[in-house]
Nanobody
């Protein structure tokens, strides 16, 4: 069992930055690939970024490529999502998720989810 807790969300002006954190606890949590997803009101939960267990492989949705950076610190059991040049369309609840094996863009195959953190970008 892996427990995930997100933090770092908030209200920011367009063009600003935020860093989200996802702290994991549980057996072998550092061996899991991690993903960040987001869900805006009335929309589906979409993939944002993924990272493999050692940080050697990352992948981004086209909508955030060049603006967001995913990273992890296994010593701290934490995955980060640095978000720069934020836009109003980035407003959503952001979730981190964990899965065995490599990262995936498919939310259905992630095993564990956090409770989410709200990010609101004002224009």
């Amino acid at each position: 069992q892996v427990r995930l807790v997100e933090s770092g969300g908030g209200l920011v002006q367009a063009g600003g930055s935020l860093r989200l954190s996802c702290t994991a606890s549980g057996r072998s949590s550092n061996s899991y690939a991690m993903g960040w997803f987001r869900q805006a009101p009335g929309k589906e939960r979409d993939f944002v970024a993924g990272i493999n267990w050692n940080g050697g492989s990352t992948f981004y949705a086209n909508s955030v490529k060049g603006r967001f950076t995913i990273s992890r610190d296994n010593a701290a059991n934490t995955v980060y999502l640095r978000m720069n040049s934020l836009k109003s369309e980035d407003t959503a609840v952001y979730y981190c998720a964990a899965k065995r094996g490599d990262w995936s863009t498919m939310r259905s195959i992630y095993d564990y989810w956090g409770q989410g953190t709200q990010v609101t970008v004002s224009s």
